[in-house]
């Protein structure tokens, strides 16, 4: 068994509510240390509807994710420090493309491909909840 197979097993991720429309409270499993955002999704095959990870960075960035080892298709969205959808983005399963957010943001949201488009989310929106903390 590989090592991040095992990590996996080992965290216990915080999970919180976050919003983004009055009414759509999605589950979010927090990666905000340098191993769980390594790990992210990989190896799951499945990811319950109104689920999601949450990336958290201290400081904006570029960030750059792929799919390797990621089984489900995802969607992506990209936001900024104060919570707001700068980019949305669909990966592919085990890809090796890079979906690079096109500004540095704070925050990005993986969920379920077609979440975002079957609850009306669209750049612009903003994130809320105990996971986005202020600039």
Do not use: C
């Amino acid at each position: 068994m590989s090592t991040l197979i095992l990590l996996g097993l080992l965290m216990r991720l915080p999970v919180l509510p976050l919003w983004v429309h009055p009414g759509d409270t999605l589950w979010v499993e927090i990666a905000a240390t340098e191993e769980s955002q390594v790990l992210g999704l990989m190896f799951r095959d499945t990811l319950p509807e109104n689920h999601g990870m949450l990336f958290v960075y201290p400081e904006p960035r570029r960030l750059r994710f792929w799919m390797k080892n990621t089984l489900l298709p995802l969607d992506i969205a990209f936001a900024d420090e104060n919570g707001v959808i700068v980019d949305i983005q669909q990966m592919e399963p085990l890809s090796l493309e890079e979906h690079v957010s096109p500004v540095p943001v704070r925050y990005a949201l993986e969920v379920n491909r077609g979440w975002f488009r079957r609850h009306g989310v669209q750049v612009g929106d903003t994130l809320k909840g105990p996971a986005i903390l202020p600039p």
